[in-house]
């Protein structure tokens, strides 16, 4: 019964394994093929006439509601072909952005904040690629933008900024982390609208809007902010990872693309929140006062053969008496999803934004996912020692020691087990020669002897069980973390959290062509070096351990290792090493403990067995 159940624990390891190999063989191919298919429809949209749609706040909203996205003025008339972003960019007067992180824009036209590039961040691994692009205007083949402002309520027929109010700037120069920038429009009606903007050296801006009131009646004004983006953007793909609209706002609230197209419109009241969009590694998010009542907005617009989408957010009215002032502040995070900035460990010294600004859990702009408790401090740790060592790579082993320092115990007691297990073998033959007919009774003997030894055979199976969280856990932190991207380690690995580039089936770059292109199996074949290492690694651990005497099992441990070569092949490179260098720990404590214990170490006999058998 202990060994049936042993088997059972077994079972539901491997079939956990066989989950993962699905993913990898069979939903990773098809979200491969869907962006595929995305890529063609964004490249048939290009070649064809695009309307510069806009989301822009209604006019004059009832008491409550929030702006809604409507066409571009113009979009009306004949649709207009997309024009490139350095032709978008300059056709129309700007205010330069000019940070050590950031590099971009702020069109006059508009007030939008909507050309913005992240400068320590690349394209690919080379340093020279082109820097990611976060926003870009409207016009262009995806736009993407915040804007801030005021709505009229109901009966106020004084103009508003919109999309075609030309801001001028007070002053000259930049805007940079010393300089701010101050925008004036007066709308000749008696209000004079002025925007004063900062930015830090990573990625807020901080947006003031003050305006005068002059004329011969008070007027009631709705400050509103909004982030608008333009096309189904390009996801990942990945069910452990959410890209799309967020928001805290009563708790955490997340719509992919998909689902909020379904929904068109969701409406949120909540206070001391934040919402905007997230990618795998970038996020646009925008952060009102903490204090303040949010009528909040997630939603999903047609606008001609285009979705919009867009997250905004309404305040309270304020009324601007004659010859009085009134201000609303408004803050933007538009960045790289950083740890230390956006704030996930405040002891750590890694408070960001969520600590500064006190924010309502900001740090879940990134997707620590259900297992937290275990990704946030296994991201932790493998920072801690990035910091003394400058490889990610050097974390992942020296993580994998304090791992299996940590449970070093339990690994002893379950392989001591094991140890003793591999010493009654012969009193467990003897029973089966004693008893061939009789099942019950030689379960019964094998009880007793179990008990009189004290040994428990489903031991075995902890150091695997222990192990599957720690791979979740690495697997999660390696995919969606941005310290993990372009992370080198040594030799060819430039790219800790992407697949080991080299591959067996070109004969490691010999032969110029790429196998993984061919249909049907192409995916089978990316086997690089380092998931053969970790295969070897695994086979010795295999044959440290004695020989099943079933032969179903048998056949499992024997192909298992080959198995996990190719299913671990695509997973990325910094998750194959730490399995690799685990598995060696792992042969090492093992073989330790059963010399220990008197067992006899029978890895080279075991891989001797083996070649005289395939010799045979």
């Keep these: 019964m202990m060994t049936d159940n042993r088997n059972t624990i077994l079972a539901v390891i491997l079939s956990g394994l066989v989950l993962i190999a699905w993913q990898y063989f069979y939903n990773v191919p098809a979200m491969e093929k869907q962006r595929a298919q995305q890529q063609a429809q964004a490249e048939l949209q290009k070649t064809a006439p695009q309307p510069t749609a806009s989301a822009t706040p209604g006019a004059t909203p009832q008491a409550g509601s929030a702006p809604a996205p409507t066409a571009a003025p113009g979009a009306n008339q004949q649709a207009q072909p997309t024009v490139n972003r350095d032709t978008a960019i300059a056709a129309s007067p700007r205010l330069k952005i000019d940070t050590p992180r950031l590099a971009g824009s702020i069109s006059l036209k508009g007030g939008r ?6 400068l320590q961040f690349r394209e690919t691994v080379d340093p020279k690629s082109p820097p990611i692009i976060l926003y870009s205007p409207s016009g262009t083949a995806e736009p993407y933008y915040a804007e801030f402002g005021w709505v009229a309520a109901t009966g106020v027929t004084s103009k508003m900024p919109d999309a075609q109010t030309v801001w001028q700037q007070e002053g000259s120069g930049s805007l940079t982390p010393t300089t701010p920038a101050v925008l004036k429009w007066d709308n000749g009606e008696g209000l004079t609208f002025r925007r004063t903007i900062t930015v830090d050296d990573h990625y807020l801006f901080t947006i003031k809007d003050d305006v005068s009131n002059v004329g011969n009646a008070p007027v009631t004004l709705y400050p509103f902010a909004l982030i608008s983006r333009h096309g189904t953007p390009q996801v990942s793909g990945y069910y ?13 609230q997340e719509y992919a693309y998909k689902k909020i197209d379904e929904a068109k419109s969701v409406n949120f009241k909540a206070t001391n929140g934040w919402l905007g969009m997230t990618d795998k590694y970038w996020a646009s998010a925008l952060l009102p006062d903490t204090s303040a009542q949010l009528q909040a907005k997630f939603s999903s617009n047609l606008v001609g053969n285009v979705h919009t989408y867009q997250t905004d957010y309404l305040l309270d009215p304020v009324t601007v008496a004659i010859g009085g002032t009134a201000t609303a502040n408004a803050r ?12 996930v460990f405040p002891f750590a010294g890694l408070g960001g934004y969520n600590k500064e600004l006190g924010l309502n859990h900001f740090d879940l702009l990134i997707d620590w996912g259900w297992f937290y408790f275990i990704t946030k401090p296994m991201f932790l740790g493998l920072d801690f020692f990035y910091r003394f060592f400058g490889n990610f790579g050097i974390s992942i082993l020296l993580v994998t020691v304090i791992v299996k320092l940590l449970f070093f115990p339990l690994a002893n007691k379950s392989y001591a087990s094991m140890a003793k297990m591999k010493s009654v073998q012969p009193q467990l033959q003897a029973l089966k020669e004693r008893y061939p007919d009789d099942k019950v009774k030689q379960q ?19 150091p695997v069980v222990i192990q599957i969280p720690v791979f979740f856990s690495l697997y ?16 060819w690995i430039k790219d800790l959290s992407a697949p080991d580039p080299t591959n067996l089936f070109t004969l490691f770059g010999l032969i110029p062509f790429d196998p993984t292109t061919l249909p049907l199996f192409g995916h089978y074949l990316a086997l690089g070096i380092w998931p053969i290492i970790m295969g070897i690694t695994m086979w010795f651990q295999m044959k440290l351990n004695p020989t099943p005497p079933d032969p179903t099992q048998q056949i499992i441990f024997n192909w298992m290792p080959l198995i996990f070569t190719f299913m671990l092949a695509g997973f990325p490179a910094g998750l194959v090493i730490y399995w690799a260098w685990n598995n060696t720990l792992s042969v090492l404590q093992q073989s330790f403990i059963m010399r220990r214990n008197g067992v006899k170490v029978e890895l080279f006999d075991n891989l001797k067995a083996t070649f005289a058998r395939k010799a045979t």
């Design 444 to 462: 019964q003997e094998m009880m007793e002897i179990y008990r009189k030894e004290k040994i428990n055979p489903v031991a075995g199976c902890l």
């Design 113 to 118: 904040i909507d050309d913005l590039a992240l």
């Design 332 to 343: 933007l995070f538009a960045g790289a999803k950083e740890a230390g900035v956006v704030g």
């Design 476 to 491: 999660k932190v390696l995919f969606v973390t941005i310290e993990m991207r372009h992370a080198p380690f040594f030799g």
């Design 240 to 252: 452990i990872l959410h890209e799309g609209l967020i928001g805290y706002l009563d708790g955490l």
